[in-house]
Every structure is written in C-alpha cells, then in structure tokens.
T-cell receptor, first 115, second 115 residues
Framework: NAGVTQTPKFQVLKTGQSMTLQCAQD?????MYWYRQDPGMGLRLIYYSASEGTTDKGEVPNGYNVSRLNKREFSLRLESAAPSQTSVYFC??????????????FGPGTRLTVL | GDSVTQMEGPVTLSEEAFLTINCTYTATGYPSLFWYVQYPGEGLQLLLK?????DKGSNKGFEATYRKETTSFHLEKGSVQVSDSAVYFC??????????????FGTGTRLQVTL
C-alpha cells in the first residue's frame, strides 16, 4: 500500500513551458486534491475532485488545469508556466468513515521552479 | 469564510521542554479539526484530529482538545525531543454542499528543538 504517490519530485521549467504533475492513490478514496505550498501562506487549494469524472476549482485555480483520469489518478497541468507558479505542490486524497469523519492523506510533494 | 490562525514561529525549545502551539479558528458550521506535521523535505502527515466539541486527539505524546467555547485546538506535548523538529499545521474541515469540501490550513508553525 503506497498511499499517495507523486511524480516528479523536482522539476525546473522555463517561463512558457508546459508540464503535467502526476498523482495516484491506491486507497480507493473518492476525493482527491491539489494544493500549493508557499512560504508563510500554508497550503492553498488549487483544484479538487469529489469523484471520478468531476473536478472543481479551489482558491487559486488560475493557470492550472486538472484531469481525473480514473479513481486512482488526478493530474495537474501547467499549460504555460510562470515564475509565480514556483512552489511545492501536494496531492492529497480523502477518506471518509461511516461516522462522517474525514481525513486527508498527502503525497510527498513536487518542488517546481519556473525560471 | 472559514479560517485558521496559528501562532507565528519559529518556536525554539530545549529538549524535554513543554510545548504549546496555539490554534484558533472561525467557521460557519461544525468543523473537524486536525494537526498535521511536516518534517523537512517531506509531505504532510496527519498527527491527530478531533471531530466534535470536547474531543481530545492524541498521538506520539502530542495532544489537542477541541474547545468550541473558545474556538481553539491548541497542540501540546509534555516533553519534546529533537526529532519533533518540524513544521506543524492546524487545519479545519467542513463538509459543504454546493461548494468544495476542503481543508483550510493555518500558515504553519516551525518548531526547533535543541539539545
């Protein structure tokens, strides 16, 4: 049981380049999330997916697109990278128990630098 | 909107000292409350949680009690170790209808424990 996995771990892009961050979970969770972490700002939600085939915008969706390929995978795409997108990106999936208690599990992160 | 306020760090303590990291929240409903820990270079790990008022979450010697009357969820540990050095995030979660159900994070508190 690997939990939440992300690739790549590190990436350097030039302004205007595109790339896709991959995320997969093997816990059969319905909900998945993409966050970015910036110094002094905690984590901010970019996009989320409540179930396969659905996606919704979070706090900071501009400049990003997502795709919920299947229940396991949730990818984040930067079509034209900008220096403001330099950040650490975390994927998460959510487990909800029968009592309605909810816990999110996080991947190890992708450190992205845009020059 | 929902928000979480944490004490600013860094917090520097000697080994075996008592730790308190303050966390207060504002929320329109009845949130679940969480503490996550992030060790250097890693993703976020769930440390403990509480789902209703007066619940106490505990793990690895850390404790936090859900105080509805003071809207607080302060993290405590009686005797810290060097290995506890990390960034600690307080977060709340409310299940919403019609909008994204998401974690709202505080900005994080860095703890540095020295010998």
């Amino acid at each position: 049981n690997a939990g939440v996995t992300q690739t790549p771990k590190f990436q350097v892009l030039k302004t205007g380049q595109s790339m896709t961050l991959q995320c997969a979970q093997d816990m059969n969770h319905n909900s998945m999330y993409w966050y970015r972490q910036d110094p002094g700002m905690g984590l901010r939600l970019i996009y989320y997916s409540a179930s396969e085939g659905t996606t919704d915008k979070g706090e900071v969706p501009n400049g990003y697109n997502v795709s919920r390929l299947n229940k396991r995978e949730f990818s984040l795409r930067l079509e034209s990278a900008a220096p403001s997108q330099t950040s650490v990106y975390f994927c998460a999936s959510r487990f909800e128990d029968r009592q309605g208690s909810s816990t999110q599990y996080f991947g190890p992160g992708t450190r992205l630098t845009v020059l | 909107g929902d928000s979480v306020t944490q004490m600013e760090g860094p917090v520097t303590l000697s080994e075996e000292a008592f730790l308190t990291i303050n966390c207060t929240y504002t929320a329109t409903g009845y949130p679940s409350l969480f503490w996550y820990v992030q060790y250097p270079g890693e993703g976020l790990q769930l440390l403990l949680k509480a789902t209703k008022a007066d619940d106490k979450g505990s793990n690895k010697g850390f404790e936090a009690t859900y105080r509805k009357e003071t809207t607080s969820f302060h993290l405590e540990k009686g005797s810290v170790q060097v290995s506890d050095s990390a960034v600690y995030f307080c977060a709340l979660f409310i299940t919403n209808t019609g909008t994204a159900s998401k974690l709202t994070f505080g900005t994080g508190t860095r703890l540095q424990v020295t010998l």
